[in-house]
C-alpha cells in the first residue's frame, strides 16, 4: 500500500531539524531498517522561505507499518513534529514513474 504523509513541526525548531537532518536522512534511507520503502519526500516551506514541515510518499505492507516508520523518525523522536497526516493512495498509485525511490 501506498501512503501519503504529512508532517508539521514545531515554530522555531530550525536548530533542532539542522541537528537532527542527518540522522533523519539516514532513517529515510534504511526505510525503517527496511520495515518501509520511501519513494520520495521533501521539505515544505512558507512563501517567506520559513520551514513549515514534511512531506513523503512511502510504500508500506499496512498502516500500522507506515505509522511506525513515521514514528520512528528522529524528526518526531526529537520533537520537531508536532502533527502527523498518512493518507492511503490508491492501489493504482504509478511508482515506478518516480525513481529512483530514496531508500536504498
Not at 507499518?65 to 498509485?93: H, K, N, Q, S
Request: hydrophobic letters at 45%.
Amino acid at each position: 500500500m501506498f501512503f501519503l504523509m504529512r508532517c508539521t513541526h514545531r515554530e522555531n525548531a530550525d536548530e533542532a531539524r539542522d541537528a537532527l537532518r542527518p540522522a533523519h536522512r539516514e532513517w529515510n534511507r534504511s526505510g525503517a531498517n527496511g520495515l518501509v520503502s520511501v519513494i520520495t519526500g521533501s521539505a515544505l516551506w512558507t512563501d517567506e522561505g520559513v520551514a513549515l514541515g514534511h512531506w513523503g510518499v512511502i510504500e508500506a505492507a499496512s498502516l500500522a507499518d507506515a505509522r511506525t516508520y513515521i514514528e520512528g523518525d528522529p524528526f518526531v523522536t526529537g520533537g520537531v513534529v508536532t502533527g502527523i497526516e498518512l493518507t492511503r493512495m490508491a492501489d493504482g498509485f504509478a511508482a515506478d514513474r518516480i525513481n529512483p525511490r530514496l531508500t536504498v
